[in-house]
């Protein structure tokens, strides 16, 4: 089956530096990739949608400054989060969709 | 707006137990309804849909019958294994193949099957 993976599964920083988080659709490409965040005993919560080779579509109330979202090509979109703070802190999750949808395992970023 | 309301975990059984996990929705219009799971260090895997009322998904022993009336999805199965300890989720869409701009999802459950 179709699998995606993310890179790195766990980060730990320091305040104000900046995270970069890779999104691999390993067996297919995929035009759309999507960026979700869980916080813990919630919902997953869809932060923005990217597609390649075009400007990502950011959800309502997500800072697209601060949330930096490049899908350079047909199996890879990353998520860079700059200047990272404490309360940036989650669980962040992808997503790429070729027919169907597929979800990537995660990365737990922690910021001290 | 959507919403989805599952139970809250962790829920632990014995192995051959009953499972039910409950899950209600709020939408507009005729959404479909899904069940995802996702096992320790893996993504969410699609378990099973269902795009109409009244219609029964069901995979790998797991059964889940859209209930307009009551616009509820609960997931059951017969006889849990230990190899069916993993995060449920219920999610739903405005359109019928799940686009990812339309699925909602539910806060996840914990399941946890003992020997």
């Known amino acids: 089956g179709a699998v995606v993976s993310q890179h790195p599964s766990w980060v730990i920083c320091k305040s104000g530096t900046s995270v970069k988080i890779e999104c691999r659709s390993l067996d297919f490409q995929a035009t759309t990739m999507f960026w979700y965040r869980q916080f813990p005993k919630q919902s997953l919560m869809l932060m923005a949608t990217?597609?390649?080779?075009?400007?990502?579509?950011?959800e309502q109330g997500v800072e697209k400054d601060k949330f930096l979202i490049n899908h350079a090509s047909l199996t890879l979109s990353t998520l860079t989060v700059t200047s990272a703070h404490p309360e940036d802190s989650s669980f962040y999750i992808c997503?790429?969709?070729?027919?169907?949808?597929?979800f990537g395992p995660g990365t737990r970023l922690t910021v001290l | 707006g959507n919403s989805v309301t599952q139970m809250e975990g962790p829920v632990t059984l014995s192995e051959e137990a009953f499972l039910t996990i409950n899950c209600t929705y709020t939408?507009?219009?005729?959404?479909?309804l899904f069940w995802y799971v996702q096992y320790p260090g893996e993504g969410l895997q699609l378990l099973l849909k269902?795009?109409?009322?009244?219609d029964k998904g069901s995979n790998k022993g797991f059964e889940a019958t859209y209930r307009k009336e009551t616009t509820s999805f609960h997931l059951e199965k017969g006889s849990v294994q230990v190899s069916d300890s993993a995060v449920y989720f219920c999610?739903?869409?405005?359109?019928?193949?799940?686009?990812?701009?339309?699925?909602?999802f539910g806060s996840g459950t914990q399941l946890t099957v003992l020997p």
């Open positions: 939408a507009t219009g005729y959404p479909s």
């Open positions: 990217s597609n390649e080779g075009s400007k990502a579509t950011y």
């Open positions: 269902a795009t109409k009322a009244d």
């Open positions: 999610a739903l869409s405005a359109l019928e193949e799940g686009s990812a701009r339309q699925l909602t």
């Open positions: 997503s790429a969709r070729h027919h169907a949808q597929y």
